[in-house]
């Protein structure tokens, strides 16, 4: 229909009226109406139609005035384009996968190139540990953010596709030709410490880890790439006043685990050892924050944080180089909920490896190493020369342990996650502090809303 203009009869009359007496204003009414409609805004038209039901807007017609720019594929995504408070929380957010590649079964030997057994028993010990294999696989040349300059991980990467892929023994060029670079006071040729060359070898990693980013980043940040998600785990320390009870906690990183097994007759009482409370008294007393004055004190280490990978360094060596020689019993199985603070998860774990040293000091003598292949099965890796044997757990020599977290524990780990972070204040186990956690939105929740995707690491 047509809805026509407002032009009625009354307001003709008036019009009309007004001006009788001239002619040349008399009553035209096709003109008037005509003059008077243009002053009109144009008529609204109604046209029948049918409708679905539902609001249908036309596609392409509707453009909001504050949209944003599309990235292409290929486009990274800017800082200035990340949603406002989203920020890196970790240098491999993924979580770890503990299975073993597929083409993985068990290495082949290698071949002593000059004193090189130290070298060799501790790569023997890293290419039959399933996670860290399938790490240094994944990490392709392309990707790697060193552009010239020794990269760990790729020349690992090597070692580990010709060891699994040959049968025949090789010499590890790409380790042994750039041993000072992993090691500046290493020496070619010259015997070496098989636990300091793999302490070298794992910080070696890391900083093929941290290549790219910037040299001062947030300590927090640097324990966030996957050698430390495999190998770290944090010691606890706290002393406590014998006069108020007031705890004080620090917490330490660690990439393996050293204990002293002086008079100690298995790994278990090396272990209590360590985590057994000191008395800090007389001229040891320990200030107190609260009390404000020196008191008597006790003083205990325990394991806050297990790895998924455990590395175990038994001291035979005293710092004058005297070896401890008497035999050490050590489990195939190990379960560290006894030695792990109050309330965090105490994983078990499997022996898979075992480096052992023959001779008097930690610089003479040869090393050689025990492993555990994807089938289940173990093998003596001394040099070259590569030969079954039986679960190793009668060595007088063992020098390190490597044990890996089983399977099926991941639950228990994420929910032990919540006690993790080191509190705050120090009243961090009163009341106050677990109200105050109580009504706290938990961090990954809170990540969650800014848009950041939080992962759970564990053992699959």
Known sequence: MMLASPFLQTSISMFSSQHNGDDSHQYRPSKDMEAFNILLPPPIEFIEGSSSGTLAVAEGKYEPINVSPKLSKAEPLSSSSRPTGAKVTSLHPAAIDMTWPATCKRSSGLYNSGNTCFLNSALQCLLHTPPLLKLVIS???????????????????????????????????????????????????????????????????????????????????????WVHKLFGGRLRSRVTCRDCGHNSDTFDRILDLSLDIFRCDSMRDALRKFVAIDSLKGADKYKCEKCKKHVNAEKS?????????????????????????????????????????????????????????????????????????????????NDEVVSKTSLPTDKKNAYMLFYIQDKGQGLEAAVGQSNRAPPAGPFKNGLAAGMKKKFQKPKDIEEEDKGVKVFITGAK
């Open 301 to 381: 280490f325990t394991i806050h944080e297990a790895p998924l990978v455990l590395t175990v360094h038994l001291k035979r060596f005293s710092p004058l180089g005297r070896k401890i020689s008497h035999p050490l019993q050590y489990d195939e199985h190990l379960s560290l909920k006894p030695f792990m603070s109050a309330g965090q998860f105490g994983p078990t774990y499997s022996l898979y490896g075992v480096i052992c040293h023959a001779g008097g000091g930690p610089n003479s003598g040869h090393y050689y190493a025990f492993v555990k292949c994807q089938e289940g099965l173990w093998w003596e890796m």
């Open 139 to 225: 990490h392709k040349k392309d990707d790697c953010r060193i552009n010239s300059g020794f990269c760990m991980s790729c020349n690992l990467r090597l070692v580990a596709l010709k060891a699994h892929t040959d049968k025949a023994a090789f010499t590890p060029f790409q380790i042994t030709n750039n041993l000072q670079v992993i090691a500046k006071h290493m020496r070619k040729g010259r015997q070496e410490d098989s636990h300091e060359f793999l302490r070298y070898a794992i910080d070696a990693l890391q900083k093929s880890c941290l290549a790219g980013y910037p040299p001062k980043l947030d300590s927090k940040l640097q324990e966030t790439t």
